[in-house]
C-alpha cells in the first residue's frame, strides 16, 4: 500500500483525491495546504489528515509519495524538496514554468533514486495506448497532419492562476501542453520512438493586459515531413479534440484529453482508411482517467523504477523545451524566465559550498589552473537556462569557460557575464573569447570586437583570446603584431588561434620568435577520435592529421578542441531513449562530415573497447582527446545536465598508448 500525500487543495486536488478511492495500491494520508483551515476542510472530505505549511508534510515518515497540485509556479520548489526528502512524486501538469527548472529537477530526481512523472493523465489510460498502436501500423510510411486543439472559455477575476502571470498563467500552460504532449507523442510513434521533438515551430496569439495568453495557436514541423496544427484558449470553447491523417487514412479522438471522464468513462476513436469500412474502437472504463494515471504510478513504484516509458523524463523536458518556445513567440515571458530574478541558484543556497574536483592544469603564462574539460557557451537558450548550466559545471569544479563575439549573436558573451558578475566569480574562472571570425578577419577589426566583447563579459580582460578564423589574405606578421598590442594593455593575458592551419600556425610563431613577439600559446581547433571529411562549417580546420599532432607534441602547444566528440558520432541509440543525450548529428552531416570507412571502424573499436570499460562510447571518444601527448583541454557544449555529467565522466577514464593507438587504426 502506497501511503500519499498531496501539496494543495484546488480542483485537481480533489479529482485525485476521490481518484484514490478506486486505487487498490494507495492511501491518500494527508493533505497540505498554507491554510490550516483549507487543509481541515479538505481533509475531512477525504478522510485524511490536514497539514499547515507544505514543508510539513514532508516530516511525515511512512509517506511514500507526493502529488504537486498546487499552480504552475511552485511546481519546482514543491518538487525539488519533495525528491530530496526521498518521496517519489507525481507532479501536475506542466512539471515546471520552464524548461530549465524541468532540467534540474530531473536531474536532481535521478540523483535521489526516487520516481519522478508528469501528471498527463491521459498518457496512461487505454485509449492512449490505443492511438499509439494505430500510429504505429497505420501511419508509419508517409508524412502526416495532426489537428489537436483544448480550449474552453473562463471567466475569472485578475488573481486568479489561468490569468496570473505570477502563477505561470496562460493558455499555452495550463492547456496547449496536451496537444503539444500528444503532436510529439503521435509523430514519435510513427517514427518507432516514444516521442519526437519538433524542428521548427510557427505561432501566434491574442494576449491579455498582462501580456499572458488569452488564446495561441502553433504550427510544428518534424524532421520526417509531419506537421502538427496544435491550439489552446482560456477565453473561448473550442472542438477539444485530436485528428490525424495523410493522403488515405484518419484517426479522430473526440475526447483526447479526459478520455471520456465525463461521459460514464465512455469514450471511442474513429478510424477511417481508403476503400475501408469505419473502424469505431469503443472504450468503457471501470476507473477513471485520474485512477490509471495513479495505478499507472503505484505499479513504477512497487517495481523500483525512477521514471514512466509513457511519460519518461526525457519526454517531459522536452514538452517543456516547446511550450517554451510556442510561448516566447507569442510574447510571454514569466520572471523565472530572467535567473537574476531568483535570489539563489535553481541548484539552492548551497550550490557552491562544497564544489567538485574537475582535474585541472596550468599552461604557461597564466596564473590561474584550467579545468581539463571546458564548457562551450553556445547552446544556451535564455538567461535562465544559461545560469543553471553555468552553476552546475561550477559546482562540479569546473571553471573554465569558451565563447566567441559571435556566438548565439552576441549572447554567449552577455549571459556569461551577467552570470559571473551576479555570482562575484570573475577571478575564480577562466574566459576563453574568440573574434575576427569570417567575413571581418582582419588585423583592424581585432580590438572594436574585443572591446565590444569585453562591455557584454563584464570584465576588463580576458584569459585566453583566440583569432576565430584565418585570413589567408593577411600575413600572418600583421595579427600577431595586433594581439600583441592588446596584450601589452592587458585587455588579454595569452593569446592563440582558432581554425588555423599548421603551415600558417607554425609561420607566426617564428614570426613571433624572431620579432621579440609573444607568440600563440594555443589553439583552438577541431580535434577528435573521428576525422573531419571535411569542415564542419565554412573555413574551419582540424589538428588531427599525423604532421600537426608531432608538431603539437613537440612545441607542447595546448590545445582547446572543438566538437571533440565528433559532434555525437559515438553515440549510442537506444531501444527506449530515456537518455537526455541531444546532440546527435542529422543525417546530412553525418555522412558529409564524419561517415568514411575509417571513421566507421574507429566509431566500432571504440564501441568494443567502451563496452570493455563499461563507459559510453562518447565518453571514450572524449577520453582519446584528453590522453594525448600534447595539453588537452576539450571544449563541450551541454545543453542539459545530463551531457554535462556524461562528458566529465571522461576524465576517470585513463587510456594506455597501445588502446589511444588501437581505437586510432594505429595499430
Request: net charge negative; hydrophobic share 40%.
Amino acid at each position: 500500500m502506497i501511503n500519499w500525500g498531496i501539496f494543495g487543495t484546488g480542483m485537481i486536488a480533489r479529482a485525485l483525491a476521490v481518484s484514490f478511492r478506486d486505487s487498490q495500491g494507495s492511501n491518500l494520508k494527508a493533505v497540505a495546504s498554507r491554510s490550516i483551515e483549507t487543509a481541515k476542510k479538505f481533509a475531512e472530505k477525504y478522510n485524511c489528515l490536514a497539514i499547515e505549511g507544505y514543508e510539513n508534510l514532508l516530516n511525515i515518515d511512512d509517506l511514500d509519495a507526493i502529488y504537486v497540485a498546487t499552480p504552475h509556479d511552485s511546481h519546482f520548489d514543491l518538487a525539488l524538496a519533495s525528491i530530496e526528502a526521498k518521496k517519489s512524486v507525481l507532479c501536475e501538469k506542466p512539471m515546471t514554468i520552464n524548461s530549465t527548472e524541468a532540467m534540474v529537477l530531473i536531474d536532481a530526481a535521478r540523483n535521489h533514486g526516487v520516481l519522478l512523472m508528469e501528471a498527463f493523465m491521459y498518457r496512461t489510460h487505454p485509449q492512449t495506448d490505443k492511438i499509439r498502436e494505430l500510429v504505429e501500423t497505420e501511419f508509419y510510411d508517409k508524412p502526416l497532419t495532426i489537428e489537436a486543439s483544448f480550449g474552453f472559455s473562463a471567466e475569472v477575476p485578475k488573481e486568479h492562476r489561468l490569468v496570473n502571470p505570477e502563477l505561470g498563467g496562460g493558455s499555452i500552460m495550463d492547456i496547449g501542453c496536451y496537444p503539444m504532449s500528444m503532436s510529439r507523442m503521435v509523430v514519435g510513434a510513427q517514427i518507432g520512438k516514444p516521442f519526437a521533438n519538433p524542428i521548427n515551430i510557427e505561432a501566434k496569439g491574442e494576449l491579455s493586459s498582462r501580456n499572458i495568453d488569452l488564446n495561441a495557436e502553433a504550427e510544428l514541423e518534424f524532421i520526417n515531413g509531419s506537421k502538427a496544427l496544435i491550439s489552446s484558449a482560456i477565453n473561448k470553447t473550442m472542438e477539444n479534440s485530436v485528428l490525424i491523417f495523410d493522403e488515405e487514412k484518419s484517426l479522430f479522438i473526440s475526447e483526447p484529453w479526459q478520455c471520456g471522464e465525463q461521459n460514464n468513462r465512455q469514450s471511442n476513436i474513429i478510424f477511417k482508411k481508403e476503400g475501408k469500412e469505419d473502424l469505431v474502437i469503443e472504450f468503457k472504463e471501470d476507473k477513471g482517467v485520474f485512477t490509471h494515471e495513479i495505478d499507472h504510478f503505484v505499479d513504477l513504484l512497487n517495481k523500483k523504477e525512477t521514471q514512466s516509458k509513457k511519460i519518461s523524463h526525457a519526454d517531459s523536458h522536452g514538452n517543456m523545451i516547446w511550450l517554451d518556445a510556442w510561448r516566447k513567440k507569442v510574447g510571454v515571458y514569466y520572471s523565472a524566465d530572467n535567473a537574476e530574478n531568483r535570489e539563489f541558484s535553481l541548484l539552492g543556497k548551497s550550490a557552491f559550498k562544497q564544489r567538485g574536483t574537475i582535474p585541472s592544469a596550468k599552461i604557461k603564462g597564466l596564473d590561474k589552473e584550467l579545468s581539463r574539460v571546458v564548457f562551450g557557451c553556445d547552446n544556451q537558450s535564455g538567461s535562465d537556462h544559461a545560469f543553471a548550466m553555468f552553476d552546475h559545471y561550477f559546482s562540479l569544479g569546473g571553471n573554465t569557460f569558451d565563447t566567441a563575439y559571435i556566438y548565439n549573436n552576441g549572447k554567449s558573451d552577455v549571459y556569461l557575464g551577467r552570470w559571473m558578475n551576479h555570482r562575484g566569480l570573475r577571478d575564480q574562472v577562466v574566459v576563453l573569447g574568440k573574434g575576427a571570425h569570417t567575413p571581418d578577419c582582419y588585423p583592424h577589426l581585432i580590438r572594436p570586437q574585443l572591446e565590444e566583447s569585453l562591455d557584454r563579459l563584464k570584465t576588463d580582460h580576458l584569459d585566453l583570446y583566440c583569432l576565430h578564423r584565418d585570413n589567408l589574405e593577411v600575413p600572418v606578421s600583421e595579427f600577431i603584431d595586433a594581439l600583441n598590442e592588446l596584450k601589452e594593455e592587458g585587455l588579454i593575458s595569452l593569446m592563440g588561434a582558432s581554425n588555423w592551419s599548421l603551415s600558417r600556425f607554425s609561420e607566426s610563431i617564428t614570426y613571433a620568435e624572431a620579432s621579440g613577439k609573444d607568440a600563440f600559446s594555443l589553439l583552438s581547433n577541431n580535434f577528435s577520435l573521428a576525422r573531419m571529411l571535411e569542415p564542419v562549417w565554412p573555413g574551419c580546420e582540424s589538428c588531427s592529421e599525423d604532421d600537426f599532432t608531432d608538431f603539437l607534441k613537440e612545441k607542447q602547444i595546448a590545445i582547446f578542441p572543438w566538437s571533440s566528440q565528433a559532434r555525437g558520432f559515438f553515440l549510442e541509440q537506444q531501444e527506449f531513449e530515456g537518455s537526455l543525450h541531444i546532440a546527435n548529428p542529422n543525417e546530412h552531416e553525418q555522412n558529409r562530415v564524419w561517415s568514411s570507412a575509417d571513421n566507421l571502424e574507429r566509431r566500432k573499436r571504440c564501441f568494443s573497447l567502451a563496452k570493455e570499460k563499461r563507459i559510453e562510447p562518447i565518453e571514450l571518444a572524449l577520453a582519446f582527446v584528453l590522453n594525448q601527448d600534447f595539453p588537452s583541454f576539450p571544449l563541450i557544449g551541454p545543453r542539459n545536465f545530463f551531457e554535462t555529467r556524461s562528458s566529465l565522466k571522461a576524465l576517470e577514464v585513463k587510456l594506455s598508448k597501445d588502446e589511444r593507438d588501437w581505437i586510432d587504426l594505429k595499430n
